[in-house]
């Protein structure tokens, strides 16, 4: 019995110095070994596309920012903002505000962007989520700032005013593409990833500026 048990030492002993003799895997090896998991555990249904499990290179740094936990040079938050801004573009028709009635159903619709919704379905904005909009809505996210009286507090009296063009500017491009003003913004970019139509972030604007929306009274 003894001379098992020194025997299952010895294997024992064997396989504990070929694990520590095995080099451990490199970051890129242990990053590629990522990849090729995720690959194979995710198939495109619906709205759901294979695009979500390669992010863009600027998901990949704020992502890569979040688990070090070691914040972005400047420069290259810098750069990520400039890539951003020039994205957007003003809307095609000239007009940037619609209905805010209709931003209102956008605003709290969560419809979209899961393996369930049908391709050419409409996506809400699922605003509520994150935002405070208006004192009627009894439940809210907090993780983005209230917007609850938005256009009221920046003075937008006239949206259509010479006065109000820098606010209506920086909100249609935050809803186009929010990463344009904060480089690892968690805010969706609708606009820049077709999240939204450009009618639907039209009716948001109304929301969010139009003196009689609720947001503003």
Request: neutral net charge; contains cysteine.
């Amino acid at each position: 019995m003894n001379r098992i048990y020194a025997l299952m030492g010895v294997a024992v002993a064997t396989a504990l110095l070929a694990a520590c003799s095995t080099p451990m895997p490199t970051r890129a090896e242990l990053d590629q070994l990522t990849q090729d998991i995720i690959a194979r555990s995710f198939r495109a249904e619906g709205q759901a596309k294979l695009d979500r499990v390669h992010p863009d290179e600027d998901n990949r740094l704020c992502a890569e920012s979040d688990i070090t936990g070691v914040a972005l040079d400047p420069k290259m938050a810098q750069a990520i903002e400039a890539r951003n801004l020039a994205t957007i573009q003003p809307p095609t028709d000239g007009k940037f505000l619609g209905d805010w009635k209709q931003g209102e159903v956008i605003a709290q619709s969560g419809a979209g962007k899961t393996w369930t919704d049908k391709e050419g379905s409409v996506n809400g904005g699922n605003c509520y989520n994150c935002h405070q909009i208006s004192q009627e809505e009894l439940s809210y996210g907090t993780l983005g700032p209230s917007l609850y009286n938005y256009g009221k507090i920046r003075g937008v009296a006239n949206p259509s005013s010479a006065d109000a063009k820098p606010i209506v500017d920086y909100t249609w491009g935050k809803l186009q593409n929010a990463r344009a003003y904060n480089a690892c913004s968690n805010m969706p970019r609708f606009g820049h990833k077709g999240i939204l139509t450009e009618a639907q972030i039209q009716h948001l604007m109304a929301l969010l500026l139009d003196p009689a929306s609720p947001v503003n009274r």
